[in-house]
């Protein structure tokens, strides 16, 4: 565009010169209207003074919008997959200020180049959006290995070698503790028992956590008081499983509070933490997030986040950690201060923004809140046969929690992995519903991998919002077949008819270890998680798992895109690539949508850009 085609009608008729006038040299062919006088130049009559100064002001404005429409980066060349409503594609898409300028053909794009633009050239690459974790424990999750790499463990004797290894390393008497080995990802399929745990480290207690289960060997059960005589007394739950003869089998469930861990190690420093994270931000960079959700943050991690805001690399959605098991003024106490909390107001690299309690055990460890029994298993070792697995909040509490932090406009949510966990969150919401309407809320139920037909209705009727861990249909699939059979998992993870329904579900991991996409636990690769829902592959079996429940490329893309970000109300700002919302996006090596089915979870991240800023380029 030239500069005289925007001028004032008048103006241009007059020929004044744009230059002289901003930059404020002698020039132009109005000169005769200008007087010199102590080294300033000025304009001889009021007529001309009133036009000069609206020109300045129209030309000051036009050279304004000129320079801010001017982009930083133009992307040009690829295949953007904007993931908007009509899931447009489209060639080049252009970047200021860190916000997305314009998306559209190469031609429309380059109009708002410039000569200080940067242009990527995609070579026919696709971009996605940048992807959005919606269930993650980062802090918790950097710090796993920050003092030892933990090795990988398939097997129980992978297990007792490292507690040998480590026992052998320790004073007597010293504790050694593994955490998050699930069972059920161990070849085995058991616990390491009490006896085996003894042989591992007789000179030390050891407790091997899985999820909120433990097995401990005999020196932990006696350093913590807990023999045949014991019994759960203060009220929160917990489940000791005994041997014929009443003798703890070392088995506690739900109750690692009670296992008296003394720890003599270095403890992490704040710089430590933030180290850690960067590591693990860079990490999550290169498999293509850009955002996460963190799902039950303590105090001292949203101190750490709150000092390191402007070195992350992620964008972050905070869920507040609430103790269900508090007295409910407690509870409505520290809601109110998370209400309080500075960083309650909308900032897109930090947002405290929900809360969140748990509302039954796990699948992995046989403790998942079921509507019918379990049944007798030696793999989650279970021997009552009408246990129903571990509920966590009264009914009547819940509701209570849920209503009081939608009242404090906080989005609530429970760990509810049973289908018996999920329907009650259901009857919970309800019962808020009918007194306050939940919808705005958003309220949302977190992994919620077992469900029913009528769960599914009354979630739609009502808004629910829920974030699920494809990565666990792969990983222990064949376990929970052995389990409960196939037609107990009609509704184990139906993103088909969750998506059929209507109903908003997001794609997350439950990262809680180890950095590493594939490596960690649970793994974070979102590829995987994507191909997972495409084929319902489990590991260990060739038999998918309820392929009616398959979905497609594009519903995939929008479980780690655009729907994670409406779970977490920032729709308006990401999840997908058009004007105004943040310029967060990803270059992969190969096309989502196109390339054959089993390439999905290979997919490799080229680039990734966090507000227009390259955060992670492929070596
Ligand atoms: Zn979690």
Same mark, same amino acid.
């Given at each position: 565009?030239?500069?005289?085609? !925007?001028?004032?009608?008048?103006?241009?008729?007059?020929?004044?010169?744009?230059?002289?006038?901003?930059?404020?040299?002698?020039?132009?062919?109005?000169?005769?209207?200008?007087?010199?006088?102590?080294?300033?130049?000025?304009?001889? !009559?009021?007529?001309?003074? =009133?036009?000069?100064?609206?020109?300045?002001?129209?030309?000051?404005?036009?050279?304004?919008?000129?320079?801010?429409?001017?982009?930083?980066?133009?992307?040009?060349?690829?295949?953007?997959?904007?993931?908007?409503?009509?899931? *447009?594609?489209?060639?080049?898409?252009?970047?200021?200020?860190?916000?997305?300028?314009?998306?559209? =053909?190469?031609?429309?794009?380059?109009?708002?180049?410039?000569?200080?633009?940067?242009?990527?050239?995609?070579?026919?690459?696709?971009?996605?959006?940048?992807?959005?974790?919606?269930?993650?424990?980062?802090?918790?999750?950097?710090?796993?290995?920050?003092?030892?790499?933990?090795?990988?463990?398939?097997?129980?004797?992978?297990?007792?070698?490292?507690?040998?290894?480590?026992?052998?390393?320790?004073?007597?008497?010293?504790?050694? +503790?593994?955490?998050?080995?699930?069972? +059920?990802?161990?070849?085995?399929?058991?616990?390491? +028992?009490?006896?085996?745990?003894?042989?591992?480290?007789?000179?030390?207690?050891?407790?091997?956590?899985?999820?909120?289960?433990?097995?401990?060997? =005999?020196?932990?059960?006696?350093?913590?008081?807990?023999?045949?005589?014991?019994?759960?007394? $203060?009220?929160?739950?917990?489940?000791?499983?005994?041997?014929?003869?009443?003798?703890?089998?070392?088995?506690?469930?739900?109750?690692?509070?009670?296992?008296?861990?003394?720890?003599?190690?270095?403890?992490?420093?704040?710089?430590?933490?933030?180290?850690?994270?960067?590591?693990?931000?860079? $990490?999550?960079?290169?498999?293509?997030?850009?955002?996460? =959700?963190?799902?039950?943050?303590?105090?001292?991690?949203?101190?750490?986040?709150?000092?390191?805001?402007?070195?992350?690399?992620?964008?972050?959605?905070?869920?507040?950690?609430?103790?269900?098991?508090?007295? %409910?003024?407690?509870? +409505?106490?520290?809601?109110?201060?998370?209400?309080?909390?500075?960083?309650?107001?909308?900032?897109?690299?930090?947002?405290?923004?929900?809360?969140?309690?748990?509302?039954?055990?796990?699948? @992995?460890?046989?403790?998942?809140?079921?509507?019918?029994?379990?049944?007798?298993?030696?793999?989650?070792?279970?021997?009552?046969?009408?246990?129903?697995?571990?509920?966590?909040?009264?009914?009547?509490? @819940?509701?209570?929690?849920?209503?009081?932090?939608?009242? #404090?406009?906080?989005?609530?949510?429970?760990?509810?992995? /049973?289908?018996?966990?999920?329907?009650?969150?259901?009857?919970?919401?309800?019962?808020?519903?009918?007194?306050?309407?939940?919808?705005?809320?958003?309220?949302?139920?977190?992994?919620?991998?077992?469900?029913?037909?009528?769960?599914?209705?009354?979630?739609?009727? %009502?808004?629910?919002?829920?974030?699920?861990?494809?990565?666990?249909?792969?990983?222990?699939?064949?376990?929970?077949?052995?389990?409960?059979?196939?037609?107990?998992?009609?509704?184990?993870?139906?993103?088909?008819?969750?998506?059929?329904?209507?109903?908003?579900?997001? /794609?997350?991991? $439950? #990262?809680?270890?180890?950095?590493?996409?594939?490596?960690?636990?649970?793994?974070?690769?979102?590829?995987? /998680?994507?191909? !997972?829902?495409?084929?319902?592959?489990?590991?260990?079996?060739?038999?998918?798992? #309820?392929?009616?429940?398959?979905?497609? *490329?594009?519903?995939?893309?929008?479980?780690?895109?655009?729907?994670?970000?409406?779970?977490?109300?920032?729709?308006?700002?990401?999840?997908?690539?058009?004007? /105004?919302?943040?310029?967060?996006?990803?270059?992969?090596?190969?096309?989502?949508?196109?390339?054959?089915?089993?390439?999905?979870?290979?997919?490799?991240?080229?680039?990734?850009?966090?507000?227009?800023?390259?955060?992670?380029?492929?070596?």
């Amino acid at each position: 565009m030239k500069l005289q085609d !925007t001028l004032p009608k008048a103006m241009a008729r007059r020929r004044i010169w744009a230059a002289p006038v901003l930059w404020g040299e002698k020039c132009g062919r109005s000169a005769d209207a200008w007087v010199y006088t102590s080294g300033v130049w000025n304009v001889k !009559t009021g007529v001309l003074a =009133s036009m000069l100064v609206r020109l300045s002001v129209a030309l000051g404005m036009i050279g304004g919008a000129l320079l801010a429409q001017q982009a930083d980066l133009v992307v040009h060349r690829g295949k953007i997959v904007t993931v908007d409503k009509g899931f *447009r594609i489209v060639e080049a898409m252009a970047v200021r200020g860190g916000r997305i300028l314009a998306v559209g =053909s190469r031609a429309e794009v380059e109009r708002l180049a410039g000569p200080r633009t940067e242009r990527v050239d995609l070579a026919g690459k696709t971009v996605l959006p940048g992807l959005i974790d919606s269930h993650v424990h980062a802090g918790a999750a950097a710090m796993y290995e920050w003092e030892r790499p933990v090795p990988d463990m398939e097997t129980v004797a992978d297990v007792l070698k490292y507690i040998r290894g480590r026992a052998a390393a320790a004073k007597p008497g010293e504790w050694i +503790t593994l955490s998050q080995v699930f069972i +059920t990802r161990l070849k085995d399929q058991r616990f390491p +028992t009490r006896a085996e745990l003894d042989a591992a480290a007789p000179r030390n207690p050891v407790s091997f956590a899985t999820g909120p289960d433990a097995s401990v060997n =005999s020196m932990a059960l006696k350093l913590s008081g807990i023999d045949r005589n014991f019994r759960i007394t $203060d009220g929160q739950p917990g489940r000791i499983e005994r041997d014929v003869k009443g003798e703890p089998t070392g088995i506690l469930r739900s109750c690692s509070r009670l296992i008296k861990i003394t720890t003599s190690g270095r403890r992490p420093t704040p710089e430590d933490k933030r180290r850690q994270i960067k590591a693990l931000f860079a $990490d999550y960079n290169s498999a293509g997030i850009t955002s996460i =959700s963190e799902r039950d943050l303590n105090d001292d991690w949203v101190t750490v986040y709150r000092g390191m805001k402007d070195e992350l690399t992620c964008r972050v959605y905070i869920t507040y950690s609430l103790d269900a098991q508090a007295p %409910m003024d407690k509870i +409505t106490a520290r809601i109110q201060a998370a209400a309080r909390d500075p960083l309650r107001r909308y900032d897109s690299m930090l947002w405290l923004r929900g809360v969140k309690v748990y509302a039954d055990g796990g699948m @992995l460890t046989g403790s998942a809140y079921m509507l019918q029994p379990w049944g007798v298993s030696q793999v989650y070792s279970i021997t009552d046969p009408s246990y129903r697995g571990m509920r966590f909040i009264e009914p009547d509490k @819940l509701y209570q929690i849920l209503k009081t932090a939608i009242q #404090h406009d906080l989005q609530p949510t429970a760990h509810s992995v /049973g289908d018996g966990a999920v329907t009650e969150m259901v009857d919970a919401y309800e019962r808020v519903n009918r007194e306050l309407p939940v919808r705005a809320a958003r309220p949302s139920i977190s992994h919620s991998n077992f469900m029913t037909a009528d769960a599914i209705r009354r979630i739609k009727e %009502m808004g629910v919002v829920l974030d699920l861990q494809p990565v666990w249909l792969w990983l222990d699939g064949a376990t929970l077949r052995k389990q409960f059979g196939d037609a107990r998992l009609t509704y184990f993870q139906p993103y088909r008819s969750l998506f059929d329904a209507g109903v908003m579900a997001g /794609g997350g991991s $439950d #990262h809680m270890q180890k950095i590493g996409s594939l490596r960690s636990i649970n793994p974070y690769n979102p590829w995987l /998680g994507m191909w !997972t829902t495409l084929t319902r592959q489990s590991r260990w079996t060739d038999q998918p798992m #309820h392929p009616e429940q398959r979905i497609t *490329r594009q519903e995939a893309v929008k479980l780690y895109t655009i729907n994670n970000a409406y779970l977490t109300f920032t729709e308006q700002e990401k999840g997908s690539l058009e004007k /105004g919302k943040l310029a967060d996006f990803i270059v992969l090596d190969r096309d989502v949508l196109t390339c054959p089915v089993e390439q999905v979870k290979d997919i490799q991240v080229e680039q990734t850009y966090l507000g227009g800023k390259r955060v992670y380029q492929r070596r």
